[in-house]
């Protein structure tokens, strides 16, 4: 039996057929669903780091010791989180949700702009708590309290500003949430 080889001269491609990869970012309601998840996960994390706290402090009490115990959950939470976005740009929630942690040019972050966006995460939900306590401060109704379990959601109000719909935090930061099932598609087509 003859074979034939057929040897086909490749051109170089230009930049007209390269793919380009267009970010696409996940919407509200998927980042929604992927903050519920990563409370439901926190709530382990604040239980263990609690529970170490309480057994090496010989604390019987919530009140003993209570900013050490906030500082130190806050860390634990810290801990967390920078330790998952900097290991694959994600925590379990966000891979679940297929959303990723990316600087401006898709590349991860690194461990300087992660501890940061941690630190940035914070004032605009502690300004929400500010705000509700506030309010029952005015009220004088103790239960307007309840309030605060929203606090976390007014990250979401600079989405609605935002042309990227972006955190303010990933904003200030050149951060940005990423859909990771990023689609490749051709400069040439339109």
Known sequence: MFQTACFVMQQKPDSATLPTILPTFP???????????????????VFLAGYAFDTLTQSRD???????RQFVLFMAIGVYFVLSWHRRGQTLPMKT???????????????????????LLWPVPMLGVLLVYTAARYTGHASTDLLIVFTPFTLFIWTWFDPQKQF?????????????????TYASQP
């Not at 309601?29 to 994390?45: D, I, N, Q, S, T």
């Not at 303010?168 to 689609?183: A, C, E, F, M, N």
């Open 27 to 45: 919407n509200r309601l998927r980042r929604f669903a992927c903050m519920m998840y990563e409370g439901v996960l926190l709530f382990g994390v």
């Open 62 to 68: 919530a009140m003993m010791l209570r900013h050490v």
């Open 97 to 119: 949700w297929n959303i990723r942690l990316a600087d401006t040019n898709g590349n991860q972050p690194g461990m300087g702009r992660l501890v940061a966006r941690y630190l």
């Open 168 to 184: 303010l935090h990933d904003r200030l930061l050149g951060t940005r949430l990423v859909d990771s099932r990023q689609k490749t």
